[in-house]
């Protein structure tokens, strides 16, 4: 564990067994967690949509107790935040159709499938061409990823197949000691990103309907959108 997160809960008297949770305006909030996370901790932290469960990408050890805690089978991929578009083109191929809503949407609540670089390797990707990326509108998220250096794993927190967590306090007793830290940002919207995937050969299709709505994205595209749920429907 992080020597700050250990010093943390000697001075807290948080619950035990219960992660510490640290207010995102307590001045230590940014350092401890990065701390935590670049030691191959895992950390509850806030975002613009519900609460996030992250681990560093590049640590295979950590994303494997990621995977652990939220009771998710390691075959099943999980998306990761971004600080920045720039950051964004160490993990993914970046087309046209990715640049346009990145410039427009970014940041916010659009997650972007996209095809993964031959040069980048997470086991969170779960050995997938794909990854899913988003870059959050949230001030404490996007500092703490730029200040660890590379994509945190942004996946809810939450049991597998669980209601995202939207306090620090439900996701901290949701997962116990399997985290080091839960930073406390307030209560979340509970409404998760939309998601869509550009690297279909039918074109880009929203695969979760969420925060930003079909019609933004078409806005943005000049064209009009399927949904995977529209396609499932139709038997294709």
Do not use: C
């Not at 669980?162 to 997962?175: M, N």
């Not at 399927?226 to 139709?234: F, H, I, P, Q, V």
């Amino acid at each position: 564990m992080a020597p700050e997160v250990v010093l943390l809960r000697a001075v807290s008297g948080n619950l035990e067994g219960v992660a510490e949770i640290i207010s995102q305006s307590d001045r230590r909030a940014l350092e401890v967690a990065v701390s935590a996370l670049k030691a191959g901790e895992l950390v509850v932290y806030p975002t613009d949509t519900v609460y996030g469960l992250g681990a560093a990408a590049g640590n295979e050890d950590a994303v494997r107790r990621l995977f652990a805690a939220k009771g998710r089978s390691p075959s099943k991929a999980v998306p990761l935040l971004v600080a920045d578009a720039l950051m964004a083109t160490w993990v993914a191929e970046v087309t046209p159709v990715a640049h346009n809503l990145m410039s427009a949407l970014w940041p916010g609540a659009l997650t972007i499938v996209m095809r993964r670089l031959d040069s980048y390797h997470s086991v969170a990707l779960a050995d997938g061409d794909t990854v899913a990326l988003r870059e959050p509108g949230h001030e404490f998220a996007l500092g703490m990823i730029a200040a660890v250096g590379e994509p945190v794993v942004g996946t809810s927190a939450n049991r597998s197949a669980g209601r995202a967590a939207v306090s620090a306090a439900e996701a901290a007793f949701q997962f116990g000691d399997m985290v080091a830290l839960a930073v406390d940002g307030g209560r979340m919207t509970g409404v998760e990103s939309t998601v869509i995937d550009i690297t279909r050969e039918s074109g880009p299709m929203i695969v979760r309907e969420g925060a930003v709505t079909q019609e933004e994205i078409e806005r943005v595209l000049g064209r009009t959108l399927g949904t995977d749920k529209e396609r499932k429907e139709a038997g294709e």
